[in-house]
């Protein structure tokens, strides 16, 4: 379409634009969610389930809410595979949880709980609890004003 207005404005401010909604669709995607996820960095435990072998393997959490965890992992894991994990809480205890596997970008991973006990629940809303979201909802989406 030669002519039109999307080939008149510079590709830059077409770019901006494009940005601009891809920002605006993840934080809404963030926000809107049915389960709210929240920062929270820590080491935690991967325990393997596949085969038996129990293998455990470090992660490093990046959020988490009551339906799963996200994370960086080093190592290679499969979609699907259910997996225990092994999440710090305070005062040096432990709360473990069985998860899959249910996202991978790379050495990205999203673990999404397969069962949560009363008492799991509590003490993952206890680690939630006073945590800010990834992206704050305050975060102006507002393009820059060119004037």
Known sequence: MIGSACHRKPLC????????????????SL???IV???AFEARFRIRLTKNGDGRVVGGWSRDISESGLGAFVAEELQLGQV?????PIP?????TIAARTARRLGT???FQFLTLSVEQRVLL??????????I????????PNNS
């Not at 005062?91 to 709360?95: I, N």
Request: with cysteine; aromatic share 4%.
């Open 108 to 110: 990205e991973y999203g």
């Open 83 to 87: 997996v225990i994990l092994e999440i």
């Open 125 to 134: 809303q206890h680690v939630m609890k006073g945590k800010p979201l990834p």
């Open 13 to 28: 401010a077409r770019l901006s634009a494009r940005c601009l909604g891809l920002i605006r669709a993840v934080h809404e």
């Open 36 to 38: 709210p996820r929240y």
């Open 91 to 95: 005062k040096g205890q432990r709360v």
């Open 136 to 143: 704050p909802p305050s975060l102006s989406l507002k393009p």
């Open 31 to 33: 926000i809107n969610r």
